[in-house]
């Protein structure tokens, strides 16, 4: 049972540190836009934020 939680780990170790490098290695660029994506969008018709709802 040993062995089996030693793999288990090391598999684990090896997922998290490839997820480590696909991001280090991703363009930063690609990730700045899509942080800027709820910024960027329009107000939806219908929204509960509009002028005419708040009295």
Do not use: C, Y
């Amino acid at each position: 049972m040993s062995a089996l939680f030693s793999a288990w780990t090391v598999f684990v170790a090896l997922i998290f540190f490839g997820i480590v490098v696909w991001v280090l290695r991703t363009d930063k660029a690609e990730f700045d836009e899509a942080a800027q994506i709820p910024f960027n969008e329009e107000e939806q018709p219908g929204s509960i934020l509009k002028e005419e709802n708040h009295g």
